[in-house]
Structure formats: C-alpha cells, structure tokens
C-alpha cells in the first residue's frame, strides 16, 4: 500500500454536508447525511468521500491539528437530490489526481497526507485543493487496522 501514483477521476454526483471541526467528528455527521439520503429514497453509488476544504494540502494538516478544519462529508448517489439546510448536491470535479491507499486507523492518515505533500515537492508536481478520501470499507465492521482509505489529492 502507500505507493502514490497518477490517475485521472471522473466528476462524480455528491450529497455533501460541510462543517469545521475534527476529523474525530465524521462518525458524528455522517448518520446525518445518510438519515436525510435515506428520506429522499436515492441510492449511493460509491464509497463515503470526506473533503478537507483548506486551501493547500499543507493548510489542512495545520487545521485539523487545531480541530478546526473545513471539512466535507460526502456520498456518491445516483440522482440529484432537493438541497436542504445542512445537504448540497453537486457535481464533485474529476481531473488529475495523486493517488494512495491507507490501510490502517485514521488517525495515522496524516502521516499519508505528509507522505504525498513530499512526493509532489520531489516530483515537482502542484498539489492543488482539496484532499479528498474514500472509505473503501466500513470501519464499524472491520478492525481498525484494516480500514481501508484512498486518499486523492489534485494536481497541476
């Protein structure tokens, strides 16, 4: 795992509810989101996707230090969705992305991220905003070192 590599994504439809906090908060919101998806009859069509939304790679690790990051929850559906207060549905941009696989408990993602922030300084690649990280299991099912996380982060 953690090898980084370069791959083009698609834009992909989302319900994303944002916040500012901790990353420790996510398991708090997101039966928010899934509640009101739910309500709404609309089916995911992929993994849960969380948004760090500061404007560099090197301003989220600084943020979520501080508890205080601008953070996104968001799900993949299959069909647009009414807004509400707290919910948004929008088209997620694809494009080129430097791309890893984190398998292990989410509290050592950071070391990842920092991990893909060198690479981009050694390959002279552009880190662009924001990261973005795909649940690709489910962390109530399966032991904390084996939770399994893609971690995408857009370049130039």
Known sequence: MNKIK????????????????SYDNIMDVLPTLLGYLTSQGVELSGPPIFINHEPTPEDSLIEEAKGNADIEICAPVSQKIKDNDL??????????????????????????????????????????????????????????????????????
């Open 6 to 21: 370069i791959e083009s994504i698609q834009p992909q439809l989302v319900a994303g509810m944002r916040y500012r906090g």
């Open 87 to 156: 919910i948004k549905c929008y088209t997620l941009p694809g494009g080129r992305m430097a791309k890893s696989v984190h398998e292990g408990p989410y509290s050592e993602l950071g070391l990842l991220r920092q991990r893909i922030i060198r690479w981009a300084k050694r390959n002279r690649r552009m880190l662009t905003a924001p990261l973005r990280e795909y649940i690709l299991n489910d962390p109530l099912r399966v032991p904390e070192k084996e939770i399994l996380t893609e971690v995408y982060a857009p370049i130039n």
